[in-house]
């Protein structure tokens, strides 16, 4: 599942990006172009692409839902007057459902609704800002908001609530899309501690790895095990990775992600020591954790059970080209088959080393998706791969 990039980046202004979780302004004309080509490797491999938007759309075909959908997304948008709701209410139902979508997505400029009325002392204050609603710029980060887990999916908390909005899409899908609906889920968006799906690596049919990140709890982590291993379920542990607490590090799949049975590409800053814990479950209500310090190469080599395991590093040997290219998602490639992946164009010192380690790359340009600080594995949700 994808998101096209849309007016929501448009709606970024540089005075709001760290409220809005930017660093920059991408221009959307070529991030959409650059977009494009993504989908199009993805479909070339065979691959069928969903967009977020379509499957929305597709899960208010009843009235009663599409009503809720819309009076549940004005709460969540802070909308708090009632004839302030009814207004807006009106505007969203006047339009074709997926304009209503995507109009959601980009955010609503005070400009474009005359009736909303200034009741609230924090409505005064804010007359300079200029969004009734605010746009949802890191949506085409598609990763995050929810996660599938073999045949069952997570619906995450996320950390901000700029984001956790986001997950709003993911609850209509998992409950109404004729498709999706009957998906048994493992997380609830509405669960007092964070989870974020950048965090969440499938390794093999029997392991998980979740990092303990800046944006993802360790209580919600436990949670979600013991979610999982109350189910039917081929999966027997979760390797709970303990990374750095800022942006930089951000989620685990932006310091590590797999590439082949067993080739990691990694953040140069991860490969030593490292605290990590397993959680298994020890019986229908509890879990055994257990401690494992060590590298990161001997915590996945003891838990996947493979020898040889070859960690390569982004940005290869020299300090100044691991911290740009990590800058720019270096770590973060889409494996779409073993030994093959989706890369960005602009990491081209760890490209050269990925083709140098055998693995088979296809490239996609990426001078303006690349400004949001997400590269392909973020901007991409599978839903069901082949065994293999």
């Known amino acids: 599942m994808l998101h096209r990039p849309g007016r929501e980046l448009e709606n970024l202004m540089p005075e709001y990006l760290e409220r809005l979780l930017f660093d920059d302004i991408p221009y959307l004309k070529i991030a959409q172009k650059e977009h494009d080509e993504f989908a199009e490797i993805l479909k070339s491999k065979n691959v069928e692409v969903l967009y977020l938007e379509d499957l929305v ?3 208010l075909s009843e009235k009663e839902v599409l009503n809720s959908f819309v009076e549940e997304f004005l709460y969540e948008a802070g909308i708090k007057e009632e004839f302030n709701i009814i207004a807006l ?3 969203f139902l006047s339009l074709d459902k997926k304009e209503m979508v995507l109009q959601m997505m980009a955010g609503v400029r005070k400009s474009e609704i005359t009736n909303f009325e200034k009741v609230h002392l924090a409505e005064y204050l804010e007359s300079d800002y200029p969004f009734l609603i605010d746009p949802m710029p890191n949506l085409y980060f598609t990763r995050d908001p929810f996660a599938c887990v073999g045949d069952k999916v997570t619906i995450h908390r996320m950390n901000t609530h700029t984001r956790n909005r986001e997950t709003l899409f993911a609850k209509y899908i998992f ?14 968006r509405q ?3 964070s989870i974020e799906g950048g965090d969440i690596l499938v390794l093999n049919d029997k392991v998980l790895a979740v990092g303990i990140s800046q944006r993802t709890d360790p209580n919600a982590i436990e949670k979600f095990a013991l979610n999982l291993f109350k189910t039917e379920t081929t999966f027997e542990k979760i390797i709970a990775i303990d990374i750095p607490k800022q942006r930089t590090f951000m989620h685990l799949d932006t310091v590590f992600t797999m590439v082949d049975y067993d080739k990691f590409v990694i953040h140069p800053n991860i ?4 605290k990590s814990f397993v959680l298994e479950k020890k019986d229908k209500n509890s879990l055994k954790i257990t401690p494992q310090i060590g590298t990161l190469k001997e915590i996945l080599e003891s838990n996947l059970k493979v020898n040889g395991i070859k960690l390569i590093k ?9 911290a740009r290219e990590q800058w720019n998602d270096g770590s973060n490639t889409l494996c779409i088959a073993p030994g093959e992946v ?4 602009r990491n081209y010192v760890t490209n050269d080393i990925l083709d140098k380690e055998g693995i088979k790359l296809n490239i996609i340009s990426s001078s303006e998706l690349s400004r949001g600080r ?3 594995r973020c901007m991409s949700m599978p839903f069901v791969r082949e065994k293999i």
């Open 314 to 322: 982004c940005g290869g040997d020299s300090v100044v080209d691991a």
């Open 175 to 188: 409950n109404y899309h004729p498709k999706y609906e009957k998906i048994a889920h493992l997380y609830e």
């Open 342 to 345: 989706i890369v960005y164009s």
């Open 89 to 91: 209410k009106e505007y």
């Open 271 to 274: 490969e030593h020591t490292m």
């Open 191 to 193: 669960e007092e501690f």
């Open 57 to 59: 759309v597709e899960s």
């Open 374 to 376: 997400g590269g392909p």
